[in-house]
């Protein structure tokens, strides 16, 4: 039997990762900042560095849910994406509001200015449902504050499915709306549970070199980027795969 998990085509689970402006300041409230969030993204998820389920971006800090793809470290990826999106509110900063930047000053050997608190620690989702849990909170995040009444009352891209449903609209303040999304942020459907089961329940699958033909197939779809892989499980007559078309 061949069976895997989402550590299949990566080894290391989905992450919960928030990050914290220094000091709490509202930083991130121009919507040019939250661009430049969105945009750094994109770029490692078109790069393949990570896949992007779930995102938040409040005016003083931020919730991503993604997965670091195989090759990567999460580590790695956390200091790149920090310090790109430093550098570019920085470099804004400095050419457009040097009265905000004074206020980014820090008394550090290292840098001169300072846009996130250091050390942001990272959870692994090692459920569905911690990795559930983890997904309504960033949904509910801007509705708790007060920012707007429904989780799909954010900017720019299209209503996204819920796990949940608001009881009570509050209507959105136009200068504070928040940039969130989930899975169908990169995709429009949602994970797939995918059974497939040899004609007549014959043994079919028993040699290991149709096995392999199986995973060669999944392995190409893959680096095709038409799908993501979380679980599978090849049996003799039969196959099960959990994947999310792109």
Same mark, same amino acid.
């Given at each position: 039997?061949?069976?895997?998990?989402?550590?299949?085509?990566?080894?290391?689970?989905?992450?919960?990762?928030?990050?914290?402006?220094?000091?709490?300041?509202? %930083?991130?409230?121009?919507?040019?900042?939250?661009?430049? !969030? *969105?945009?750094? @993204?994109?770029?490692?998820? =078109? #790069?393949?560095?990570?896949?992007?389920?779930?995102?938040?971006?409040?005016?003083?800090?931020?919730?991503?849910?993604?997965?670091?793809?195989?090759?990567?470290?999460?580590?790695?990826?956390? %200091?790149?994406?920090?310090?790109?999106?430093?550098?570019? !509110? *920085?470099?804004? @900063?400095?050419?457009?509001? =040097? #009265?905000?930047?004074?206020?980014?000053?820090?008394?550090?050997?290292?840098?001169?200015?300072?846009?996130?608190?250091?050390?942001?620690?990272?959870?692994?989702?090692?459920?569905?449902?911690?990795?559930?849990?983890?997904?309504?909170?960033?949904?509910?995040?801007?509705?708790?504050?007060?920012?707007?009444?429904?989780?799909?009352?954010?900017?720019?891209?299209?209503?996204?499915?819920?796990?949940?449903?608001?009881?009570?609209?509050?209507?959105?303040?136009?200068?504070?709306?928040?940039?969130?999304?989930?899975?169908?942020?990169?995709?429009?459907?949602?994970?797939?549970?995918?059974?497939?089961?040899?004609?007549?329940?014959?043994?079919?699958?028993?040699?290991?070199?149709?096995?392999?033909?199986?995973?060669?197939?999944?392995?190409?779809?893959?680096?095709?980027?038409?799908?993501?892989?979380?679980?599978?499980?090849?049996?003799?007559?039969?196959?099960?795969?959990?994947?999310?078309?792109?």
């Amino acid at each position: 039997m061949y069976i895997s998990s989402c550590m299949l085509f990566s080894e290391y689970y989905p992450d919960y990762y928030p990050a914290t402006i220094l000091e709490w300041k509202h %930083l991130l409230k121009p919507e040019k900042y939250k661009e430049i !969030i *969105i945009s750094s @993204l994109e770029f490692l998820v =078109k #790069e393949q560095r990570i896949v992007v389920y779930a995102f938040c971006i409040m005016s003083s800090h931020i919730h991503v849910i993604w997965q670091v793809k195989q090759g990567y470290k999460p580590k790695d990826i956390q %200091l790149a994406f920090m310090k790109y999106t430093a550098q570019m !509110i *920085i470099k804004d @900063l400095r050419n457009n509001h =040097k #009265e905000v930047l004074e206020k980014c000053l820090v008394k550090a050997i290292d840098r001169k200015y300072q846009v996130w608190e250091r050390n942001a620690l990272s959870v692994a989702l090692w459920t569905q449902a911690v990795f559930k849990q983890k997904l309504q909170y960033i949904h509910a995040n801007p509705v708790v504050a007060g920012l707007c009444g429904f989780p799909e009352d954010y900017k720019y891209f299209p209503p996204l499915q819920v796990f949940f449903t608001c009881k009570s609209p509050i209507p959105c303040k136009p200068d504070t709306r928040m940039y969130i999304s989930s899975c169908m942020l990169f995709s429009e459907y949602y994970p797939d549970y995918f059974t497939a089961t040899i004609l007549v329940w014959k043994h079919l699958l028993k040699p290991e070199k149709y096995k392999e033909i199986i995973i060669s197939s999944l392995e190409f779809l893959v680096k095709e980027q038409r799908i993501v892989v979380y679980a599978f499980c090849i049996m003799s007559s039969h196959i099960h795969v959990i994947w999310q078309v792109k």
